[in-house]
């Protein structure tokens, strides 16, 4: 199972969007500093996330939505 996320830096007021397979990890890396491409743009705050059933599935969603800006 993964998840397809969209988090919001408290510090500059962007939005980042991802997937991953573990959703508590991965935010807790991305606050942080984990992350190399948004390291130093935390603390984030959970915006939104949805449930896919495969990492392909989550991938294609990820970009669906990055397609929306």
Known sequence: M???YIIRSLKDNK???GYT???ERRLQDHNRGK???I???GPFQLLHSEV???RIEA???ERQIKRYK
Request: proline share 0%.
């Open 39 to 41: 390291k130093y743009r």
């Open 2 to 4: 993964y998840w397809v």
């Open 35 to 37: 992350t190399q491409a």
């Open 52 to 54: 896919c059933e495969t």
């Open 21 to 23: 397979n573990n959703l």
């Open 15 to 17: 939005h980042y969007i």
């Open 59 to 61: 991938a294609h969603r």
